[in-house]
């Protein structure tokens, strides 16, 4: 008989903890996993997956309006919000049994409930059970801030923002991340009145200045309002039901749903770290070593909650290679250069590698080779929206070191490209490739 419960205890059922459940599972151990939500986690439940089904159904608005230049009639167009949002709604419930599913069938015990640390091999449940466990690993992930000002209890996150009753005619938004960028492009694109406010004048940080510049320009000619240096300090609720949004020292704007996206703190709160002696990091994070193990020998830790880079694929290599490490006799650690992303705003932005700013600073001499275009979709419709790629170069070397577009399609490109970026291709290879044409994509290997 094991003197523990279990081998694995995971602590959050996202995409880190499944993925480390099935392939310690898939190892011979004996797996449980606790969540207190739905399994899935933020991606499948409230984040990438449902927001994207999102970003696909304000992307007809677009089709249809452009639809007259290539021959087509369509009378009688209208949008439903409920229906939208009851579709996306059901596929995230599939989504749910899926992952559900996959837990059973590779014999992963699960319970519907909160679980804390209660010793290093130990796990306490809501229900006062406690359980023990060889290793203990958690993947609880990260949870949306909310800023204190007057008012805040009538704003909501990116948690709420799937399961409104009604469409809001009128959007405020603070924040310009990637989130806050999403949110207002599908707003917008569905009908929306968006507001964007911000405590600085950037949006997109740690994105390509150009690309920031292109789309900010471009979102601003589709009606998206910005408001910069002005956070909100005040959100009054009106007898019928509409708000009063205070930005910093600026007139109050109407609304009718005010979306708070400044970004997501590690899900770490009565957590019971404090009983296996691991301290919190300055961002509420769990500190980690290269290998995901925190200060407890027993315990590890994946995903958003290590306040590392905060992307679904990351969290499920980080909770693959902990499994293998624990249960497959392989140990690995985790690349974290060169990580494709994507801002599914609308045009959508996708990079790869060091950006202009950055490549400079590392390498010194580099050379920055773009392309400035209107894709030939923009000009069949008569739209004069311009796409731009860019390609970050080792002048030494010829070394690609970043890619950087922004235009329709362009997560769709760039996943193929970022093999090239993460292979240590040149631009002498980009230049011997023969172009696809027509495509956006040929762009990449035309750059002289």
Known sequence: MSEFDYDLFVIGAGSGGVRASRIAASHGAKVAVAEEHRIGGTCVIRGCVPKKMLVYGSHFAEELQDAAHYGWSIEGMRFDWQTLRDTVLRDVDRLETAYTSTLDNNKVEHFHKRAAIAGPNAVRLASGREVTARYILVATGAWPVMPEFEGNEHCITSNEVFHLPEFPRRVVIQGAGYIAMEFAGIFNALGSHVTVVNRSDVILRGYDEGLRDRLLQITMARGIEYKFHCPITKVEKREDGTLMVTPG???????????????????????????????????????????????????????????????????????????????????????????????????????????EGEARNQYGNIKVYSSDFRPMKNVFAERHERGLYKLVVDANTGRILGIHMIGPDSPEILQAAAIAVKAGLTKADFDATVALHPSMAEELVLMR
């Open 249 to 355: 020292q600026q007139d109050p704007i109407q609304a009718d749903v005010v979306l708070i996206a400044t970004g997501r703190r590690p899900k770490t709160d009565g957590l019971g770290l404090e009983n296996a002696g691991i301290a919190l990091g300055p961002k509420g994070e769990i500190p980690v070593d290269e290998y995901s193990k925190t200060a407890c020998d027993s315990i590890y830790a994946v995903g958003d909650v290590t306040d590392r880079v905060q992307l679904t694929p990351i969290a499920i290599r980080e909770g693959h290679a902990v499994a293998d490490a624990l249960f497959g006799g392989e140990q690995r650690t985790i690349a974290y250069d060169c990580i494709p992303s994507a801002v599914f705003s609308q045009p959508p932005i996708a990079a790869v590698g060091l950006t």
